[in-house]
């Protein structure tokens, strides 16, 4: 993991000052880095019992649609506020500077259903927790949630409890 590592470019002070962006452009422009990486995502997630896999907008598509094909699962992506063109159920969550809200078509995820939900970073967690929320809320259940980088120092899997979370790059500051 990592020569993964290496891949991605850290970006300081993006989006505003103080911040370190973990840049995943540089690690899926080359070939046998977005490989691995998918690779790796499908080693961590065989034998688990799910029936699709939901990416997170954006980067999470970049991921868990090839995700979803290795498995032989369907994939289902998670979206902005009105990016979705048929009827949709949404959740808002507090961020640090303010509200946001994700949205599912509401036809997306069946009652019943085990969801793995993918994406590329997981920072405070805000996001993938809302997406958990809004998968519970249409009946279905969250099977794990996976990401390729985890920024440990931010402690995002406090807001996990009794979830399987997975990373394959931890960062710890």
Not at 121 to 148: C, F, N, P, Y
């Amino acid at each position: 993991m990592e020569q993964l590592k290496k891949l991605i470019r850290e970006v300081p002070d993006f989006p505003k000052p103080g911040i370190n962006f973990y840049d995943i452009t540089t690690l899926i422009k080359d070939a046998e880095g977005l490989e691995q990486t998918i690779d790796a995502l499908t080693e961590q997630c065989r034998g688990l019992d799910i029936d699709k896999v939901i990416g997170i907008e954006s980067r999470g598509f970049i991921f868990g649609a090839p995700l979803a094909y290795q498995l032989g699962v369907g994939f289902v992506p998670v979206r902005k506020p009105k990016k979705l063109p048929s009827e949709t159920i949404s959740v808002s969550y507090d961020l640090e500077y303010g509200q946001d809200t994700v949205e599912i078509h509401s036809d997306a995820v069946s009652k019943g259903e085990r969801i793995l939900i993918v994406d590329d970073l997981l920072a405070t967690g805000g996001t993938a927790r809302a997406v958990v929320d809004l998968v519970e809320k249409m009946g279905g259940s969250v099977a794990g949630v996976h990401v390729v980088i985890e920024l440990e120092f931010l402690n995002p899997r406090a807001r996990f409890d009794g979830y399987e979370v997975k990373s394959l790059l931890k960062y710890n500051s």
